[in-house]
């Protein structure tokens, strides 16, 4: 049996990851919509609580250093909240694009 040019060879690899990429793209896309608005809906709370809590500990264990209780724990508890805004707004642009592909 004759082998295969190695331009052949690279041309067949690459038509492989296409077809992997084409797969996951697809089985993304024939996702029930309970799935899908699961997976969101998991995501945007996820990002929310991250957020909020991140903040809060940072301003508790500020407090806690400089002995200003509760004014540094207030300020990050909205610096994480508004970060978890930001995230969901950055997360709900990305489905938009991914949908629209």
Do not use: C, H
């Amino acid at each position: 049996m004759q082998e295969l040019p190695e331009d052949l060879k690279k041309l067949d690899e690459r038509i492989k990851s296409f077809k992997k990429k084409d797969a996951s793209r697809n089985s993304i896309a024939n996702e029930s919509d309970f799935s899908r608005f699961s997976r969101i809906g998991f995501r945007v709370g996820t990002e929310m609580l991250s957020g909020v809590l991140a903040g809060g500990a940072i301003g508790y264990f500020l407090d806690d250093w400089f002995q200003t209780k509760p004014l540094w724990l207030v300020v990050f508890l909205f610096l994480g909240g508004a970060a978890g805004v930001l995230n969901v707004y950055k997360f709900a642009k990305s489905e938009e694009k991914q949908r629209e592909e």
